[in-house]
């Protein structure tokens, strides 16, 4: 398994939480010596044309630094999806997060779908049909709900009252779909115990990382990546996202 990572995800390109001093630099710190990292180019304009609107694109565009950021990210996630397709699982350690961001609009700490942006780049090659996202994020990606309800790509995003049943909601869902060339992950921690949602355990995320594992195996011939979405605590993100990385890889 590779890491995609930018040294220019470090820089501080917001005043949100997902883009505060220190973050990478937290999980960068439990990742380094582990994993090999592979450096993304930047998305093009073509590329976030296939999701974003030109409003939405200027719109970002107004403030450079954020724009050069976001398209970094959002490149972050196509090699990771290209690197998946080619039988290297992947992981995109990379900022701004993507799932609040539809065609037209964003919020969230998020501008561009970047999930979204790296699955329209392997469509766009015919190199995928179906495509199943799970994003284990506290929060509803309502972005990329937005952008592919009613398509072949299916959007799925666990809600439990513990951790027990938010497991068994994943390993339940990942029995019922088959069939996809792809499962893409948008990988957000802010659902652990001791972030914003209060819910999971480190370990819960090695488990949730080897559920995917597994069903990546059993229906696309393994082919999957993660991208880091939401996760704030700098005192436990890092060692999240390794428990993550030691299923899932
Ligand atoms: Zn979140």
Not at 133 to 154: A, E, P, Q, R, Y
Not at 160 to 185: D, P
Request: with cysteine; net charge negative; hydrophobic share 35%.
């Amino acid at each position: 398994m590779k890491i995609v990572y930018h040294p220019r995800y470090t820089e501080v390109y917001a005043s949100d939480p997902a883009a505060s001093g220190g973050r990478m630099e937290a999980i960068l710190k439990e990742l380094e010596g582990k994993y090999d990292f592979v450096e993304p180019q930047a998305a093009s304009e073509d590329d976030l044309k296939r999701i974003h609107s030109q409003y939405h694109i200027e719109s970002i565009r107004r403030d450079r630094h954020l724009y050069d950021i976001a398209c970094l990210a959002a490149g972050g996630a196509i090699k990771a999806a290209q690197m998946a397709m080619e039988g290297e699982v992947s992981f995109g350690l990379i900022r701004p997060p993507g799932h609040h961001a539809s065609s037209d609009h964003c919020w969230g700490f998020c501008y561009f779908n970047n999930i979204a942006v790296a699955l329209a780049r392997l469509r766009s090659e015919t190199l995928i049909e179906s495509v199943l996202i799970l994003d284990f994020d506290l929060h509803f990606g309502d972005g990329t709900n937005n952008i592919f309800s009613g398509g072949k790509v299916k959007y799925f995003h666990p809600e439990a009252r513990n951790c027990e049943e938010f497991v068994e909601q994943i390993a339940n869902r990942f029995q019922e779909e088959e069939g996809y060339s792809i499962l893409a992950v948008s990988a957000g921690f802010d659902r652990h115990i001791e972030d914003w949602g209060g819910l999971l355990a480190t370990d819960d995320y090695r488990t949730i990382g080897d559920l995917i594992k597994e069903a990546a195996e059993k229906n696309c011939k393994g082919r999957r990546f993660g991208v880091l979405e939401g996760g704030y605590n700098h005192g436990v993100l890092g060692k999240n996202v390794k428990a993550f990385l030691e299923g899932f890889g």
